[in-house]
């Protein structure tokens, strides 16, 4: 037997080191703050109230993951972001994702150390665990936890959806009805690029102010609308092209079969049905994001899971669905699609 180098099991266990340094980088709104600016080690500390022990192993850490750059050593050095942190990290620059990392530090870094407890009794670790109240009724009671939510949606899910409309054909549809569209940012992306394509944005009603809002920042209240209702109860709005991101994920085996016979009952012959999710790899060898998700599924929900391809088409075809097809979007995340 070779003895591998064992820096793979350290990295890994010790792997909330690095991402609590992120976090909390996020959390003291460290990259907003800095912008196009460069900052010593001191200016930053006295921006951010820090004290003179850790700052400079905080701000150092973050250099040698890749997250600042630094001009100089010692304590004259100037910091500043990097291109990728300005353009993903700075809250001022509409492609900010950094509300998924402020749920991250805020929820589920708390609730991922009931891991255990989680695999041994299948229950939700996070607020639900003591409320027994379904998970979106729990997380909408507090206004700013709702917000919160809607943010981490979008700081995760931005850049797939404008993938989706880069990469997936939508020439020959007419129509759109995302589904569980939370802030509308699966349909902006697609109206921004495709102009002659209605969209609506369908979700609970506790959602629709914040994606009105949102849909009318971004200008296109004239083709995107919104709707809501209970997609457990209601039927579907009727779409050319039916979407759900990490919507299938949240719910057990007949809800998500309930989910995806209202998709297809809401569709044209011909018609599409797209879900953006982080699929596992049909083997389950390789997407351990995916996998990940999956489990953060179990901690959030306790009944909802992550799929692979092969399931979707397969629930899909019960369903009458007749083709289908896979499109990798970005990183872990890919677009199922199924045609009626
Ligand atoms: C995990 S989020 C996904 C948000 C967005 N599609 C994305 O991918 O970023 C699930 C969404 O489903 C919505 N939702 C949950 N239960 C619902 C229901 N019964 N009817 C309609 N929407 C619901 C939530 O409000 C939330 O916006």
């Known amino acids: 037997m070779s003895v591998k180098d064992p820096f793979s099991i350290m990295r ?35 921006m951010l109230s820090l004290h003179s022990r850790g700052t400079r192993d905080f701000l150092d850490a973050l250099l040698s993951m890749g997250f600042l750059e630094r001009e100089g050593d010692g304590p004259g050095a100037q910091y500043r972001n990097t291109e990728t942190t300005r353009v993903y990290l700075d809250r001022d620059n509409p492609s900010y994702m950094g509300g998924i990392l402020e749920m991250l530090n805020k929820r589920l870094y708390k609730y991922w150390d009931d891991l255990g407890e989680a695999l041994r009794t299948g229950k939700a670790q996070n607020e639900i665990k003591h409320s027994q109240k379904p998970l979106f009724e729990e997380l909408y009671s507090d206004i700013p936890r709702l917000e919160q939510f809607m943010w981490a949606m979008a700081g995760i899910s931005r850049h797939n959806f404008i993938a989706l409309a880069q990469k997936f054909d939508f020439s020959r549809f007419r129509t759109l009805c995302d589904v569980g569209g939370a802030a509308g940012v699966l349909s ?81 012959e011909r018609g599409a049905f797209i879900v953006v999710e982080n699929l596992i790899d049909d083997a389950r060898r390789e997407n351990t994001f995916g996998l990940l998700m999956s489990l953060n599924m179990l901690i959030e929900t306790g009944e909802g899971f992550d799929y692979t ?14 083709k289908f097809e896979v499109l990798h979007l970005i990183g872990p995340s890919s677009a199922a699609i199924a045609y009626k």
Do not use: Q
């Open 188 to 268: 902006i992306a697609v109206a921004e690029k495709h102009r002659s394509l209605i969209c609506t944005s369908f979700d609970l009603p506790e959602v629709e102010p914040i994606a009105k809002r949102s849909i009318e920042r971004a200008g296109l209240s004239d083709r995107v609308s919104t709707a809501s209702g209970d997609f457990f109860r209601d039927p579907l709005p009727t779409a050319d092209v039916i979407t759900m991101g990490m919507i299938l994920h949240d719910w057990n085996l007949e809800k998500k079969k309930k989910l995806i016979k209202s998709a297809y009952e809401a569709l044209p």
């Open 12 to 46: 890994t266990g010790f792997g909330f080191w690095e991402s609590k340094v992120l976090l909390t980088a996020v959390e003291f709104d460290l990259f907003t703050k800095l912008g196009d600016n460069s900052m010593t080690a001191r200016g930053i500390g006295e």
């Open 309 to 322: 391809s092969a399931d979707f088409n397969e629930w899909c075809a019960e369903a009458g669905f007749k």
